[in-house]
């Protein structure tokens, strides 16, 4: 079956970085445009970015957050620099054309 498993969260400065995974299964990984969504406390859940034929990122992450996948591997990665405390939420993956979802992971950002 479809599955996504997210990780690579934590407990991070303002100002500092993570690099969040996800690797993929139970389908054909390179034939499908991946995206990473994240929902913050009391929110709903927001697209963050997404890779295809190219990235396109939400405004709030753009020149900070890098999506990027590796084939070979079922992965898709977030580089996320400069993180504030507004980025704090779960991070979800997912494939665009299907709704499945792993469980998440957590990035807080605080001092």
């Known amino acids: 079956q479809v599955q996504f498993v997210e990780s690579g969260g934590g407990l991070v400065q303002p100002g500092g970085s993570l690099r969040l995974s996800c690797v993929a299964s139970?389908?054909?990984?390179?034939?499908?445009?991946m995206a990473w969504y994240r929902q913050a406390p009391g929110k709903e859940r927001d697209l963050v970015a997404t890779?295809?034929?190219?990235?396109k990122y939400a405004d709030s992450v753009k020149g900070r957050f890098t999506i990027s996948r590796d084939n070979a591997k079922n992965t898709v990665y977030l580089q996320m620099n400069s993180l504030k405390p507004e980025d704090t939420a779960v991070y979800y993956c997912?494939?665009?054309?299907?709704?499945?979802w792993g469980k998440g992971t957590l990035v807080t950002v605080s001092s």
């Open positions: 890779i295809g034929v190219s990235t």
């Open positions: 997912k494939a665009i054309a299907m709704d499945y």
């Open positions: 139970g389908f054909t990984f390179r034939r499908y445009g």
